[in-house]
């Protein structure tokens, strides 16, 4: 993919690269085409146009997944005053400090295998891994329920089904930022799209802790696996009918930032590549996936302008709202709070809850 040093689009531009496309409306065809129509104009964004089938049904899709892996996260928050009451190891002194260790075991998982899952998902299928992940993430979630009913009592298994939804809910991520890159990262709406797309985070979390209250009074391991159910069947419809890109659909892609100058054909690369000599007679075959620029590593990414701000803002947004998600309903429970308390506490996180979703 080619773009005019510092452009704005850049960012989006390496998104789409997840794909395994190139993004230009010559992506399937020989560069000599491209080089004979030198010199050629840098193409903006799309022109504004109404949303088709296939980009409703994917914002549709990728929106119930990813608050499917949200509201798949819940039952641990729901259910800890249940766990702490009278289910061992974690009744007793101690009990507060174990449902901790099983939050720390999920998040720490779930950060550490997010490195690996960026680069897997920039080199595999978007939507066999995404729908893998919502399946293997039903799997765990269901596999904490089975606890119940098998009357496992044991830290080290719960503390292991933790880890592995961890690592299986971090390609959730950067799949669905990839397939969503893919269709609207050209598109001149994408920042009204993606502001309402990225509420999926919230409404995943009020429907898991629904799902997850409503059944609890059945037992503790109805409120796993509802939403485990829930995940995997979603999984089984993304496998089927997701479209990770439009030229899966038999859609052009449109012409996006491409530089050449007239006199000796020179393209600029993405992310500093060597810079090419293209001339009309040159002909090279572009295979799927073949000639895109390289993945940039780790620390490239954080040269990035406006990558550590953003990281450092998000880190102290994510504390807070994950203390609210994993620790206030213990919290209130176990402290008999009234009413009034309620009330207001309720009111502070939601107002926090939106400060949070604008700022991310």
């Not at 990839?178 to 797309?197: D, E, L, P, Q, T």
């Not at 500093?272 to 993945?295: C, H, I, T, W, Y």
Request: aromatic share 12%.
């Amino acid at each position: 993919m080619l773009v005019p040093p510092g452009s704005s689009s850049s960012l989006l531009v390496s998104l789409d690269a997840r794909s395994h496309l190139p993004l230009s409306s010559h992506a399937l065809k020989p560069l000599s085409s491209v080089a004979s129509a030198a010199p050629m104009e840098v193409a903006g964004a799309a022109p504004a146009r109404g949303l088709g089938r296939h980009e409703y049904a994917v914002l549709a899709l990728t929106f119930a997944s990813y608050a499917s892996f949200h509201a798949s996260r819940k039952p641990p928050s729901i259910v800890k005053a249940v766990l702490s009451a009278d289910w061992a190891p974690f009744s007793g002194a101690r009990g507060p400090h174990r449902l901790g260790e099983l939050d720390v075991a999920f998040l720490s998982s779930y950060a550490l295998a997010m490195f690996a899952a960026g680069h897997l998902a920039d080199r595999a299928d978007l939507r066999r891994l995404l729908g893998a992940a919502m399946l293997a993430s039903g799997a765990a979630c269901a596999a904490l329920g089975a606890a119940y009913f098998l009357d496992v009592h044991a830290l080290a298994f719960f503390a292991a089904a933790q880890v592995a939804s961890g690592v299986v809910q971090s390609a959730g991520w950067p799949c669905v930022v990839a397939i969503v890159g893919n269709w609207f990262g050209h598109s001149s709406k994408r920042g009204a799209i993606m502001g309402v797309w990225n509420s999926h985070t919230s409404v995943g979390n009020i429907a898991g802790s629904v799902l997850a209250a409503a059944v609890l009074e059945f037992g503790w391991g109805w409120s796993f696996l509802v939403p485990a159910v829930v995940i995997a069947a979603l999984g089984a419809v993304v496998l089927v009918f997701l479209v990770a890109h439009p030229s899966e659909a038999g859609l052009e892609v449109e012409v996006m930032e491409v530089e050449m100058n007239g006199d000796g054909g020179e393209e600029v690369g993405l992310l500093g590549e060597d810079k090419k000599d293209v001339n009309e007679d040159d002909e090279f075959e572009l295979e799927m996936g073949s000639q895109l620029p390289r993945a940039i590593g780790f620390v490239e990414a954080w040269r990035l302008p406006g990558v550590a701000p953003y990281a450092f803002c998000l880190f102290f947004s994510k504390l807070v709202a994950y203390t609210f998600l994993y620790w206030l309903p213990f919290y209130i429970r176990n402290n008999g709070m009234c009413s009034f308390v309620h009330t207001f506490i309720f009111v502070f996180i939601a107002l926090t809850m939106v400060v949070y979703v604008l700022v991310t």
